[in-house]
């Protein structure tokens, strides 16, 4: 008898655990997200930004979400020469740090092909994930605890898929855009190659973005396709950039080539 309701339990086990696996394929495949032990403060908008758009051919805004959703929130709107070069700075709520860089309006398509012999390193798929990236990039002395270049001539490739997902997707992009000014001084390279998800946001494809990024398009009274088609200053920025490149040798493109 024990025997028997052991082999029940078992099999009911399974099966739950058979059903559970289900529920949660099925969902994440129609568009559902899964979170486990999410920090509370990944959700927070206050500080967000800058989100850089151009008004007219001569001018351009940068904007911070400021507030909270207790008080409210409002944006810090200030106006600036397209012309110009303008200081800013991305803040990171979860573990209250941030950096600082040097928005420039000259922006240009980079070369495809590299021989130079330097190192490379390569990584993909960052998914709007902060942390992970800096401190990737921390452990491979690609920058310093300072969040500076120390990579020298070195390539480093981003081989797409940096946005969607994840709930830092503008400080990801800023970084980007900083290490690339850093590196190039050295005689380095940052090579941010564009990947499905960067298409699908350039594109208004907004199916696996963070809700955080739509509350933020409101905020700033903006349809979310607006934060990154070609009037915002990181849409035309990502517009700039290959989708494959051949470096030192070896091709890089994200998800690989048709055989055709």
């Known amino acids: 008898m024990k025997k ?19 529920g949660v394929l099925f969902g994440l495949y129609h568009g559902a997200s899964l979170h486990y032990g999410d920090h509370p403060l990944m959700y927070t908008i206050g500080n967000e930004g ?33 012309t110009s070069e303008v200081s ?3 803040y990171f709520q979860i573990d209250s740090s941030q950096f600082n860089f040097t928005i420039k309006h000259n922006i240009t398509s980079p070369k495809t092909t ?9 990584l993909s798929d960052i998914e709007g994930g902060y942390k992970t990236f800096r401190d990737f990039l921390i452990t491979n002395k690609v920058i310093d605890t300072q969040l500076n270049w120390t990579f020298g001539k070195g390539h480093l490739v981003l081989v797409g898929d940096f946005m969607d997902r994840g709930w830092s997707v503008t400080q990801v992009l800023w ?7 850093e590196a190039e001084k050295q005689g380095g390279y940052v ?21 955080k990024y739509l509350a933020a398009a409101r905020i700033l009274e903006k349809k979310q396709s607006e934060l990154y088609d070609t009037n915002s200053f990181i849409g035309k920025w990502l517009s700039s950039k290959n989708a494959i490149e051949l470096i030192n040798g070896n091709l890089f493109a994200h998800g690989g080539l048709h055989p055709k």
């Open 114 to 122: 590299y021989t130079d012999g330097n190192p490379i390193i390569a």
């Open 175 to 181: 970084f980007i855009y900083k290490l690339e000014q």
């Open 50 to 82: 800058p989100y850089v758009f151009y008004e007219n051919d001569s001018t351009v805004s940068v904007n911070y979400i400021k507030g909270n959703k207790d008080d409210g929130f409002y944006v810090d709107k200030k106006e600036h020469s397209s």
């Open 4 to 22: 028997r309701i052991f082999r029940y339990l078992k099999h009911l086990l399974l099966t739950l655990l058979v059903l559970s696996a289900f």
């Open 88 to 90: 800013a700075t991305s």
């Open 191 to 211: 090579h941010f190659i564009i990947g499905n998800h960067e298409l699908k946001n350039m594109q208004g494809n907004f199916d696996s973005a963070a809700e």
